[in-house]
C-alpha cells in the first residue's frame, strides 16, 4: 500500500476547479514529480498537502491513517514540510537559529545555544549537507538557503519532503547537488514531492510522475519507462477548443519592431537580445513557461519598465525612452496579464475604468472637462457591445467575475483600435465561453489588420490563434516557427528545455 | 504616521456612499465624544458642562466668527494636504511650505520698492510660489535621486523654518519686540478686514474660492480623473498612460503653494509680521492633514472636516476658559475620530 494518498481531493474557487477529483499516490523513501502546466491544479494540490488550503472534499492518508489539516502547522506536526519557492527564513540570523526556531532546545527560559549548534551540525554531517551553521543567511546564496530549508525540515523529522519548483532560482551545479541530496534523503527513507513543471528534472531525479492538466490527473507514469514526448503530451493534452475560423490574411507594413532588446529586472537579466517584429493582420504567439521573460519584455515594450539596451518602434515611430501615454498614442494598446492590478482599478465604477484613455479627448471631454454624461454613454456602449454582465455602469468592477473584468478590459483596449495589440494571458482564468469570446475578437482584429502579440503560456490557445511564433526560454528566444511548422511536441520541448527534442 | 496613514487613508477612500460615509462620520464622532466624556468624568467634571461649554464656544454668539476665522487656515491646510493624498501622496512638508510661504510674503509686503497696492498681491503670489517651489523641491528630489517623498517632505520643514527663523533673529529683526519677529507690515499693504468688528479678512474669500476650484477640478476635469485614479490604483494610471511623474510634481507644487499662501494670508491678514514659530504653533497643517485623511483625500470632505475641527477647537479654547478643562482634549478628540474610523473600516473589512 501507498505511504501518502492524496485521495478523491476536490477543490472549487469561484468559477474555477481547481482539484477535480484528485488522486495522487506515493510510495515511501521514492521522489514523486508532480507535473503540470500553470493553472493545471498542483500548487493548489500541494497547497492542501501542507495544510495551506482546506479541501472541499476528499482527504489524505499518510501511513495508513487519515490526516486532518486544518493548517500549516497541523502538517507539520504530521511530518509533512514545504520548501516554498520563496524561502521562509530569517535574514539577520544565523543557519542554527533558523534551524531550530520555534522547536529550540531550551536551558529553562533559555535557549540552549550550544545543544542547539550541535545539534543542527550533526544532523548537517548526516545528511551530507554542506553548511556552516554560524553563517547569517543574509551572506548565503541561494542554493545553500535551499538547503538550510531543507534542513529545517529535517530538523522537524520531516516524512514528506514538497519542493514546489525548487530549481527556478538555482544555477546548474546547485541543481545538481539539491538533486543528489533528494535521492540520499529518498534512500534513507524520506519522502519527496518534486513540483515541477521541467520536464528534464523530472526525468532525472524522479521514480515516479503525476502529471496534472487542467484539475484532472491526466497520466501516472513510471519514470523508467517514460519519455519527454509522452509527458509532454499529458501536459498540454489535444486543444479542446473549437477550431477557430481563420480567414487568409496577407501580412501588412511592420507596425512593432523589437530590435536586441534587454531588460534587467530585480538584479538579474530578465530579457536578452530578444528583436521580432509584428505585421498588421498577423498574431504572433510568444510562447513559453511563465518566468522565462515575457513578462518584462511585454513590460518594456510598454515603457512600465525600462530597457537596459536596444530599440522599440512602433510604426515609423522610435519609442524606446518614451513615456506610457506616447507609447499608447503611437500606436500600442494593452491587455496587461494582471487585470486586477494593473488594467483596471478594482475601487473605480466601470464608468471610470472604461474612460481611461478616451478621459482627455471628446467625446468625453472637451478643453479638459469631463462630461458624466457622455462618460456614461460611453461605458454603456462598450458593455453592451462586449456583453458584459454587470448590473450597472456605476458598479465598482472589484465585483465583476474574472471573465468580466477580462471583457471589460478587452472591450476598452480594442476601443483604442490601435495598430498594435499586445495581448498577454488574456484567457487566463476565464471560463470556457468567454475564452472563445476573446479567441473570436482577437481573429477579427487580426483580420481588420491589427498587429497582435499574444503572449501565453497555453500551447493550446498559441497554436490556435498565431500566425507565427516565438518561443522564449530563460529570456531569449528559442525558435521561431510558422505555424504550418509548430507541433505541440517541438513546442514543448523548446518550452522546457530551450533546444529541440534529442 | 507615514505608511499607516496613506493606508488608512486608502481605506477610507471607496466610502461606498454619502449616506453610509456620513453615518460612519457620526458614529465615529459620537465614540470620539463619549471617549472626552469618559475622561472628564476621571478628573470629576460634569460631562454634560463639559459638552455645553464645548458647543457654545464653537457657535454661540460672536464665537461662530472665530470658528469662521480659524477656518480659513485649517480649510487651507486641508485642501493642501488632499490635494496630493487624492494620489496617494503624502505631504508632510506642509509646516514648511506655510512658514516659508509666511516669510516670503512679509519681506515682499516690507522690503519691496513699489506701492503698498502693488505689494499685497505680490506678497500673496510669492508667498504661495515660495511654499509651491519647496514642495516642488521634494519633489525632485523623489523623481531624480529616489528619495522617499514621506521623508524627503517632512525633512525639509526643518531647514524652511531654521532659515526663516534666522532671517527674523538678525537681518530683518524688529529690535523692539521681545520675541523675533520682522516689523511691522504698514496698513496699506495688509489684508483688509472682511467685516469690521471680527477677525475676518479677504483671505477668507481667497481660499474659499481655491477650495471651490480644487473641489470643481477634482470632480469635473481629466486632471482631476487621473488623480482619482492614481489614489485608486497606482499601477493602473501608469498603465493607462497617466505621467506619473510629472502628475508628482504639479500636485506636490500645488499643495505647497496652498500651504505658502496660507502662511501668506496668516502675516498679511492677522498677525501683520512673521514672528518666529506662530504660524506653526497652532499645529495647522496636522489638523488639516487629519482632515485630508479622514475624508481619504476626498477635497470637499476635507473642507467640511476642517470646518468642523475649526469649530471644534474654537469650542475648546472657551471650554478651557469657562470649565478649565485643556483644550489639549480638542486634539485627543481629532485623533480619537480618525482612529475610530479607520478601525471601523478593518473590523469591517475583516467580517466580510
Redesign the interface.
Known sequence: MAYLEMIEILKRFPGVLANDRVNLSVERGTVHAVMGENGAGKSTLMAILCGLQAADDGHVRLAGGTLLLRSPLDAIDQGINMVHQSFKLFDSLTVWENVVYQREPTWGPFIHARRARQEVTRLAAEHDLAIDPDARVAALPVGVRQRLEILKALYRRTRVLVLDEPTAVLTPPEVASLFQVMRRLAAAGCTVLLVTHKLDEALSVSDRITVLRAGRVSAELVTANTGPAEIIQAMTGRSSLRPVNRSQVTPGAVALAVNRLSVDAAGHRAVTNVSLEGRGGEIVGIAGVAGNGQSELIEAI?G?QAAATGSIQVGSRDVTRR???E???AGLS?I?EDRA????????SAT?NL???F??RAPI?RR???SRAAMRLWARRLIDAFDIRIRSETE?VGRLSGGNLQKLVIARELAHQAPVLIAEQPTRGVDVGAIEFIHAELIAERDRGRAILLVSAELSEILALSDRIVVMYRGAVAAQFRREEASEVALGAYMMRGRALS | MSSASVAISMRLAPWLGPLRSMLRLGGSLLLGFAACAGIALCVGIDPRLMLSAWLKGAVEGPQVFETVARSMPLVGMAVAAAVPLRAGIVNLGADGQLVLGGCAAAIVALYLPVPAAVRLPMALVLGATAGGAYGMLAALGELYARVPLLLSTWLLTYPAKGLCGYLVRAPLRDPITAWPSSYRIEPAARLPQLLHGTPLNDGLIIIAVLAMLVVLLDRYTAVGYEIRMRGLNQRFALYGGVALGRQTLWLMAASGALAGLVGAIMVLGSQYRFTDGALTAPQYSWSGMLAALLAGGEPLGAVVAAILFAALQTGGFAMERSVEIPRVLTMVLESMVILFLAMRGATWRRLR
Open positions: 510598454m512600465l513615456s506610457v501615454a507609447r499608447r498614442r494593452y496587461a492590478r494593473t488594467a483596471s482599478a478594482a475601487a473605480a471610470d474612460a481611461m484613455g478621459h482627455a471631454a479638459g472637462l469631463m465598482l
